[in-house]
């Protein structure tokens, strides 16, 4: 079976930089893998890919050695079943609050008898080899978002579930859960005591931390910490950039023309 280069990764170390895809559309997902992502998530839970979109895109990341990971819409067993079957090597589940709902995630993403998941791997077979049913279990990720009050007061139950591989922090999120403005890097106090309570309590509970970053420097100073999966912005995001840097320049060199043509 083909390796998750996630776990190679973390064996040894290191921290995976995540891309993040919103732009349904198998080209751009191409074009973001190429570039040299540890790993891709596609984004089904917020923005405008579906699972129809999400089957190209899937395939466009196969072009490269970039790990495809799919966040689903929430803690549903279907769609966490049909991502895996899809191909994908890793699932970030949201809004996960409890040990019961860990469990829950934990089963439906792995064969029996360590868990529920329905047999039927069709894309997965092209993608991960012909063993795929006999190595998925230890092969694929699965994380857990932390982004409530609640998971935070059963935040070492949650991780204390058998077969849970990681946790992923939402900031924005976590952020409005304390109250808090809903940002990426810059947070609040109250939201930074937080992060630094579920990196600490991931840690101890042998488990790779994972959270969301506006800016490269952001994702920078969480590695420092100890994170081991940091996303940097999204494929949206960093295309309107781009595109705002671009006519910047362009109207600072034509400030008279008071005009997009050029």
Request: net charge negative.
């Amino acid at each position: 079976m083909r390796e998750n280069r996630l776990r190679t990764l973390w064996k040894s170390g290191g921290a995976a930089v995540n891309g993040w895809l919103a732009i349904p559309n198998g080209f751009s997902a191409e074009t973001m893998a190429h570039q040299g992502w540890d790993s891709l998530t596609i984004d089904l839970q917020h923005g405008v890919v579906d699972y129809q979109s999400m089957i190209p895109m899937l395939q466009a990341i196969s072009t490269t050695d970039t790990v495809p990971v799919v966040r689903v819409p929430w803690l549903d067993p279907a769609a966490l079943m049909k991502a895996l079957d899809a191909g994908a090597y890793g699932v970030i589940c949201p809004m996960i609050n409890t040990a019961d709902e860990a469990a829950r995630l934990v089963a439906y993403t792995h064969y029996a008898p360590r868990g529920t998941r329905s047999f039927g791997p069709v894309r997965a077979l092209l993608y991960g080899g012909a063993d795929y049913p006999q190595h998925a279990n230890d092969t694929i990720v699965t994380f857990a978002m932390i982004e409530t009050a609640q998971a935070l007061e059963n935040l070492d139950a949650i991780m204390s579930v058998e077969g849970l591989d990681a946790v992923y922090i939402g900031p924005s999120d976590l952020s409005l859960a304390l109250g808090c403005r809903p940002v990426f890097d810059d947070v609040d106090p109250p939201v930074q005591q937080a992060i630094d309570h579920i990196l600490e309590r991931a840690k101890a509970h042998g488990l790779v931390a994972g959270i969301h970053n506006g800016t490269p420097e952001g994702a920078l100073a969480r590695i420092a910490k100890g994170f081991q999966f940091v996303t940097v912005s999204s494929d949206a995001r960093l295309m309107a950039a781009g595109s705002q840097q671009v006519l910047a320049k362009m109207r600072a060199a034509q400030p008279a023309a008071g005009s997009t043509s050029y």
